[in-house]
């Protein structure tokens, strides 16, 4: 394990449903982020938590909201998503949020919008 | 602009064998290129990390090659093994906390 968790691992919602994943690092880590990963397309980098504070959020539709109460967990909040939003959600942390410092990854949210 | 491609998209090879995936790419400036391994249904794992002085790294049966010159790196897998089934993502630094991901090498490893 590599020390980062999420839940749910599978999440199956309709469009105007709303949802949370939730992630938590047992590393002592002071970045937090959240990835998106689809079929045969790179990771694309959503939001950076910085010491609790959000510090880049890469033009992410609204309809995705994250938050992060403390150093230890971070959710993504999701409301009236599309059916184009079905992916491979993934969780990282690192010591600090720089380039040089490995992300260590959660086992990600495999999440289906109907 | 700033782009890393990986190949083969996939590849099957018998247990036992040795393989070598490329990754070429644009990114500029360069800091640190990173491969990491992705098994199904789990986040992905760094294997290595290489800066620009670094044209060669280890990590048991995997050996990650750096030109830097030509802007590319391979990554040679040793003796496979059915565990080495996974996808391999290839990830380049421009610097600073940026970070850009290659689409990743599907290796499926058979007895």
């Known amino acids: 394990e590599t020390g980062v968790t999420q839940t749910p691992r599978h999440l199956v919602m309709g469009m105007t449903n709303k949802k949370s994943l939730k992630c938590e690092q047992h590393l002592g880590h002071n970045a937090m982020y959240w990835y998106k990963q689809s079929a045969k397309k790179p990771l694309e980098l959503m939001f950076v938590?910085?010491?609790?504070?959000?510090?880049e959020n890469n033009s992410v539709p609204s309809r995705f909201s994250p938050e992060c109460p403390n150093s230890s967990h971070l959710f993504l909040h999701l409301h009236t998503l599309q059916p184009e939003d079905s992916a491979l959600y993934l969780c990282?942390?690192?010591?600090?949020?720089?380039?040089?410092?490995?992300?260590?990854f959660g086992p990600g949210t495999r999440l289906l919008v109907l | 602009k700033n782009q890393v491609e990986q190949s083969p998209q996939s590849l099957i090879i018998l247990e036992g064998k040795n393989c070598t995936l490329q990754?070429?790419?644009?990114?500029?400036?360069?800091?640190?290129l990173r491969w990491y391994k992705q098994d199904t249904g789990r986040g992905p794992v760094s294997l290595t990390i290489m800066t620009f002085s670094e044209n060669t790294k280890s990590n048991g049966r995997y050996t990650a090659t750096l030109d830097a010159d030509t802007k590319q790196s391979s990554l040679h897998i040793t003796a496979s093994q059915l565990s080495d089934s996974a996808s391999y993502i290839c990830?380049?630094?421009?610097?600073?906390?940026?970070?850009?991901f290659g689409t990743g090498t599907r290796l499926q490893v058979f007895p």
């Open positions: 990754c070429n790419y644009t990114v500029s400036p360069f800091s640190n």
């Open positions: 990282a942390s690192s010591q600090s949020w720089t380039s040089r410092e490995t992300q260590y």
């Open positions: 938590y910085s010491l609790e504070e959000r510090v």
């Open positions: 990830v380049v630094s421009p610097g600073k906390d940026k970070l850009i």
